[in-house]
């Protein structure tokens, strides 16, 4: 059997393609429902019904407690139109046909090979799980699409300053919450876009109404899946483990003097309302330490004119000349192909070993320092090297400017997230056939 992550994306997407169908044949035998009209296309009441069976069967097999019925099937089918509206948009800007099949492939590969099953064995696998290779297929290019034009209209948009880098740095002396791994569950309230006065204490004292029955002993996850508009809901709300220095900035303060299975008040950001449970917590290592290599490098490029046996032999006798006194960097000058590192005499700079393609990083590993090496060829070319020096390099600092600047774009990227997806649910025509 698979591992949940398979089941998971499966849940992700079931999006209708963008066709209406009738639901009799000129036979007049039986072919499809509709759940919901969108736009110029559809959400199938077959593809409705295979969604909620599957999110059924894996609430049970998380012993997640769902909402009753009516609720659930109302949340499914808004996902269902969500998801379709966002593939229509793909599809209008051209997205979609930008999503190859080799990207779906290194997708799927890396599905299969987080849970150790050969990348041509995956269908056999899925099929033990009652999961259809073509349907996991059509899923899985359609949750890549969403996340692309997420990332083009969403992503891309959100701008950090070097003043909120500067002041997160400043945050992260001695709190307990960067310095700290969080297991997070989360119920997210949303208000409409620039909503009204009584819209917002609406959502509010719904918020409040919550909390206090959290309070009082009810299940975070049966909230959640009931109320949450996160995309967790239906999972419980669960948001996994957190690096602290990961954590959006919106709950850093409240989760300062939180405990493990401690509930925060209602948290009010500018468009939505959010509760935060932290299901577990631990410390987390606060230093970290890389290995580094100082490389240069020679390459040589093949091409129409030049081909293998010359490039490498172009190799063989700037490797003479060096080994004979000749300057590594002017021949790195006159010779390489490397456009980044050419004009610097072939210096690559400290790096990590594994940021080479493996031929490269098998060659730095074998190297001696200060012995340039026979010439090899990877994917770019034929290379000969020489490392100058290693070293243990404590990266924490570097590690942390990392962290903040995620940090900083998650806690943001949520908001626009949220705000974007109500804007396309807004613009989009939906009649409900349920």
């Not at 894996?58 to 769902?66: F, Q, R, V």
């Not at 949750?143 to 997420?150: A, D, G, H, M, W």
């Not at 990083?361 to 770019?380: C, K, L, M, N």
């Amino acid at each position: 059997m698979l591992k949940t992550n398979i089941l998971c994306v499966v849940i992700a997407l079931s999006a209708a393609p963008a066709v209406i169908a009738d639901e009799l044949s000129e036979t007049g035998d039986f072919l499809d429902g509709v759940a919901a009209i969108v736009n110029e296309g559809v959400v199938l009441k077959s593809q409705f019904e295979k969604h909620l069976a599957t999110i059924r069967a894996n609430a049970e097999k998380m012993d997640i407690p769902l909402p009753p019925d009516d609720i659930l099937e109302e949340q499914v089918l808004e996902q269902l139109i969500l998801a379709e509206i966002q593939l229509q948009r793909a599809d209008r800007i051209g997205l979609t046909q930008q999503i190859s099949d080799q990207v779906v492939n290194q997708a799927i590969a890396r599905i299969a090979n987080q849970n150790g099953v050969p990348f041509n064995e995956l269908p056999r696998f899925l099929a033990e799980d009652g999961i259809i290779y073509a349907e996991f297929r059509a899923t899985m290019r359609d949750e890549i699409t969403i996340n692309e034009l997420k990332g083009i209209e969403v992503t891309r948009n959100i701008h950090v300053s070097e003043r909120e880098i500067e002041q997160c740095l400043a945050d992260l002396d001695g709190n307990v919450v960067a310095n700290s791994d969080w297991e997070l569950s989360h119920i997210l309230l949303t208000m409409p876009e620039s909503a009204t006065s009584e819209q917002i204490e609406e959502v509010e004292t719904q918020a409040n109404l919550i909390y206090e029955r959290l309070q009082d002993g009810a299940d975070f996850r049966q909230l959640a899946a009931r109320y949450s508009a996160g995309p967790t809901a239906l999972e419980g709300g669960s948001l996994g483990w957190l690096d602290g220095q990961q954590i959006p900035t919106i709950f850093t303060d409240v989760l300062q003097d939180m405990s493990s299975g401690d509930i925060a008040p209602p948290i009010r950001t500018a468009s939505s309302f959010h509760i935060v449970k932290v299901d577990s917590l631990r410390l987390a290592v606060e230093r970290s330490e890389i290995d580094q290599v100082k490389v240069r490098h020679i390459l040589i490029t093949p091409n129409e004119i030049i081909d293998d046996e010359t490039a490498q032999q172009r190799l063989d006798d700037a490797l003479e000349k060096i080994r004979g006194g000749e300057d590594f960097a002017e021949q790195a000058k006159l010779l390489s192909d490397d456009p980044g590192s050419a004009n610097l005499g072939g210096d690559l700079g400290w790096s990590q070993p594994g940021d080479y393609v493996p031929e490269f990083t098998q060659a730095v590993a074998d190297a001696e320092i200060g012995v340039v090496t026979e010439p090899f060829r990877s994917y770019h070319g034929w290379h000969i090297l020489e490392v100058l020096e290693r070293r243990v390099y404590d990266n924490t600092e570097d590690l942390k400017e990392s962290n903040c600047l995620v940090r900083i774009r998650m806690s943001k990227q949520d908001e626009e997230t949220q705000l974007w997806r109500q804007r396309l649910r807004d613009g989009a025509f939906v009649e409900s056939r349920i």
